[in-house]
């Protein structure tokens, strides 16, 4: 089993509409879950943290994170164009008494007009 | 409050040679971590400093090391390049690693002929 899991995609959304992009990590007690936006040829930018069992809103982009089913998710509400990008998941796991984050391949999202 | 600046932007070596990558951490951040991102496997973690300490390695060969400098700025070092070291290196900071954000660089692209 993959540390961090998520559909490759590619995901098609029509504008407006809501896009919901998932990940399943493997480790019990990682404590500290990130998503990250990455559009074709540029870095990784983080948009929502998430730490504890609910929900976490931020503007159009909701986190949602389950820790019994070890399951976080992204929801982007009014889903625009501009939102066409790769979404990493990103979990934090203790490995030899350091942190490290491990991350999922991302799933491609595209926003259709 | 400036970001994560990595230098240079493009590389391009021949096999055999050996490479530096530089990275300055956001001020106040003191954890770098470095990552190879290609289109086949995704984003893999390298290796974490802290404090000057290399806390944390991930799963590649000795030709990959790296250092960090008491004003927190971090060196990655290949040597003896390979055709499949091509890749997009990233580097991130976080105040103090895995289990908090990370914002990442612009990255250097490194290309092997």
């Known amino acids: 089993q993959k540390e961090v899991e998520q559909n490759s995609g590619p995901l098609s959304v029509p504008e407006g509409a809501i896009a919901s992009l998932n990940c399943t990590y493997s480790?019990?007690?990682?404590?500290?879950f990130f998503w990250y936006r990455q559009y074709s040829g540029k870095s990784p930018e983080l948009i929502m943290s998430?730490?504890?069992?609910g929900d976490k809103e931020d503007g159009r982009f909701t986190a949602q994170l389950n820790k019994a089913s070890q399951y976080v998710s992204l929801l982007i509400r009014d889903s625009q164009p501009s939102d066409s990008a790769t979404y990493l998941c990103?979990?934090?796991?203790?490995?030899?008494?350091?942190?490290?984050?491990?991350f999922g391949q991302g799933t491609r999202l595209t926003i259709n007009p | 409050k400036a970001g994560v600046t990595q230098t240079p932007r493009y590389l391009i070596k021949t096999r055999g040679q050996q490479v530096t990558l530089s990275c300055s951490p956001i001020?106040?951040?003191?954890?770098v971590s470095w990552y190879q991102q290609t289109p086949g496997q995704g984003l893999q973690f390298l290796f974490e400093?802290?404090?000057?300490?290399?806390?944390n390695k991930g799963n590649f060969p000795g030709r990959f090391s790296g250092r960090q400098f008491s004003n927190s700025r971090s060196e990655m070092n290949v040597s003896t390049l390979e055709l499949g070291d091509s890749a997009l290196y990233l580097c991130?900071?976080?105040?103090?690693?895995?289990?908090?954000?990370?914002?990442f660089g612009d990255g250097t692209r490194l290309s092997i002929l």
């Open positions: 400093y802290f404090s000057e300490t290399q806390r």
């Open positions: 998430i730490y504890s069992n």
């Open positions: 991130a900071s976080s105040t103090d690693g895995g289990a908090q954000p990370q914002h």
């Open positions: 480790d019990r007690v990682s404590q500290s």
């Open positions: 990103a979990v934090n796991r203790l490995i030899q008494g350091a942190q490290k984050l491990v």
């Open positions: 001020s106040g951040h003191r954890s």
